[in-house]
Antibody, heavy 119, light 114 residues
Framework: QVQLVESGGGVVQPGRSLRLSCAASGFTFSSYAMHWVRQAPGKGLEWVALISFDGNNKYYADSVKGRFTISRDDSKNTLYLQMNSLRTEDTAVYYC????????????WGQGTLVTVSS | DIVITQSPDSLAVSLGERATINCKSSQSVLHSSNNKNYLAWYQQKPGQCPKLLIYWASARESGVPDRFSGSGSGTDFTLTISSLQAEDVAVYYCQQYYSTPGGTFGQGTKLEIK
């Protein structure tokens, strides 16, 4: 079965960096595009970033463009999110999600990892 | 950007009664090329990731009880729980995925037992 396990969250000061990981199993990772979606505490869901199955195409929400970088290592079946110049408003649970292929709705999610940006 | 607005923000329904949650899009999410509405519904319980309930506005995800149904087209959509069970207490989100990538989510509707 599809399994996605995020890691790398924690407490970080504003302006600093953090890298999240998402370990995938139960499917052929290299065949699927992957997403990051976040949820601020007590708030709704916000799509963050998408990487194509081959890593050649990357897309970002305006709120993170220029600060976050999505990447993948198919040899490790792992998705990454490099987050630089963090702001307090980036505080959220970050989920990775597998692309479906026929529309950007999300069937498979990880359990999430909490990032807290605070001085 | 397409803005999604859910109503109500919170809802209390008696066990066994019908629960209805509405979702309105600022522009149509009906794609003329395939006549599909790019609208999904999710259920999120405390401490858990969202769970896909409905996609293409009315297609029920495998394993989801048939008391959950989705309807609507264009800009106005509804999630209906025909007979509320205790385990249905959760926050429900709709998402438009007409605008890619990623789409946008509604603010959520908190469903409780009356």
């Amino acid at each position: 079965q599809v399994q996605l396990v995020e890691s790398g969250g924690g407490v970080v000061q504003p302006g600093r960096s953090l890298r999240l990981s998402c370990a995938a199993s139960g499917f052929t990772f290299s065949s699927y595009a992957m997403h990051w979606v976040r949820q601020a505490p007590g708030k709704g869901l916000e799509w963050v970033a998408l990487i194509s199955f081959d890593g050649n195409n990357k897309y970002y929400a305006d709120s993170v463009k220029g600060r976050f970088t999505i990447s993948r290592d198919d040899s490790k079946n792992t998705l990454y999110l490099q987050m630089n110049s963090l702001r307090t408003e980036d505080t959220a649970v970050y989920y990775c999600a597998r692309d479906i292929g026929d529309g950007d709705y999300f069937r498979h999610w990880g359990q999430g990892t909490l990032v807290t940006v605070s001085s | 950007d397409i803005v999604i607005t859910q109503s109500p923000d919170s809802l209390a329904v008696s066990l066994g009664e019908r629960a209805t949650i509405n979702c309105k899009s600022s522009q149509s999410v009906l794609h003329s090329s395939n006549n599909k509405n790019y609208l999904a519904w999710y259920q999120q319980k405390p401490g858990q990731c969202p769970k896909l309930l409905i996609y293409w506005a009315s297609a029920r995800e495998s394993g989801v009880p048939d008391r959950f149904s989705g309807s609507g087209s264009g800009t106005d959509f509804t999630l209906t729980i025909s007979s509320l069970q205790a385990e249905d207490v959760a926050v429900y989100y709709c998402q438009q995925y007409y605008s890619t990538p990623g789409g946008t989510f509604g603010q959520g509707t908190k469903l409780e037992i009356k």
